[in-house]
């Protein structure tokens, strides 16, 4: 059971209408990262939590407050758009300064959802279910929301750094504090489960199925060997069961593939005709 309290978690009131920011924040609501997307994939990892009522109950938490976020933007887009009604275009389009601003708005806020917030990206895209990543596996899981939460922050500086806005910059700094907690929260999460399952996931796949002759090598595959220098190369493995191994050129295990012909009936290229390379 939702209950919805009327009150923001934060305020969400520009200075003034802003029409093109408005556009761009839409990016943090129902972009790939956004507001929507983590507020549905930590319910949907909550909802279908099978195991330990402590990590569905943080997920419950998050995805709730996510939700409140969802409500922040959908507010502040909104209010952004204040007095920017498309019919206003052409006679502003008399005023290069006015009709410069008014151009740049996306036309969908006031066409299709009269001057409130979509579910969609800054440039139109709608928000996709795709998006949502909900595997059962908590330790999958909480990496994947930890780069969430990674990209969320990227992009609400960005957006911080692109408006002079007081009012937008003050809600901003709230939901990027927010996603402070939030990756460091996650970071604790994995590091518990690691601690109980070690760092592969999934942790519980039979080892001797897998073949361990080949678990830790890198296989260099471009040009220069600068990636040998890296901790993956060389030493124990991050899991501590087995010795990283730089392999340099890179293996070829199987043998140059050959296809039976297809059936006449499939059309394809007759094996008669002349390879380009055959005298």
Known sequence: MFYHIKDLQ???KPSRPDPVYAKKLQE?????????S?????????WNSRVNAKYRDLLMDVGAEELAHVEMLATMIARLLNDAPVADQEAAAKDPAVGAILGGMNPQH????GLGALPADSVGNPWTASYINASGNLLADFRMNLTYESQGRLQACRLYEMTTDPGVKDMLSFLIARDTMHQNMWLAAIAELESQENVVVPSTFPR????QEVAYDFYNLSEGDASSKGRWAHGKSMDGLGEFRYISPAPAFGDAPKLKPTPPDVFNTPPTVRNDNEE
């Open 10 to 12: 934060y305020h969400a």
């Open 28 to 36: 943090i609501l129902g972009g790939q990262f956004g507001e929507i």
């Open 38 to 46: 983590v507020a549905l994939q930590y319910l949907f990892q909550g």
């Open 110 to 113: 006031a066409i299709v959802s």
């Open 208 to 211: 001797e199925l897998e073949k």
